[in-house]
């Protein structure tokens, strides 16, 4: 079973450039699908960007597509998520999620998730 903790949240200003990181740990990473999912107060859990096991296929949500790169590095058991262009609706807690077998793009797909990190953009 995998263990995932987001890092690289924080209170960032508009137009800002954070990253954030995602460290797994408790299994053989490059075998998960990999995402980042995102949740504002008072809204439900939406997909931000999905990677596949290897890192050859990506999906991205219509809000972040262009501005958002999610990446894997399986040798260090990690997922990022680049954010560029920072808007205030950004904002939102940030999670990290893995999956196994068929289909990547769905929230209710991912099976283990991270405690989230924080992002908050000031205009």
């Known amino acids: 079973q995998v263990q995932l903790v987001e890092s690289g949240g924080g209170l960032v200003q508009a137009g800002g450039s954070p990253r954030l990181s995602c460290a797994a740990s408790?299994?053989?990473?490059?075998?998960?699908?990999m995402g980042w999912f995102r949740q504002a107060p008072g809204k439900g859990r939406d997909v931000v960007a999905c990677i596949t096991r290897a890192g050859g296929t990506t999906y991205y949500a219509d809000s972040v597509k262009g501005r958002f790169t999610i990446s894997r590095d399986n040798a260090k058991n990690t997922v990022y998520l680049e954010m560029n262009s920072l808007k205030p609706e950004d904002t939102a807690v940030y999670y990290c999620?893995?999956?196994?077998?068929?289909?990547?793009?769905?929230?209710?797909?991912?099976?283990?998730w991270g405690q989230g990190t924080q992002v908050t953009v000031s205009s």
């Open positions: 408790g299994a053989t990473f490059s075998t998960y699908a």
């Open positions: 999620a893995a999956k196994r077998g068929v289909g990547f793009t769905k929230v209710e797909e991912y099976n283990y």
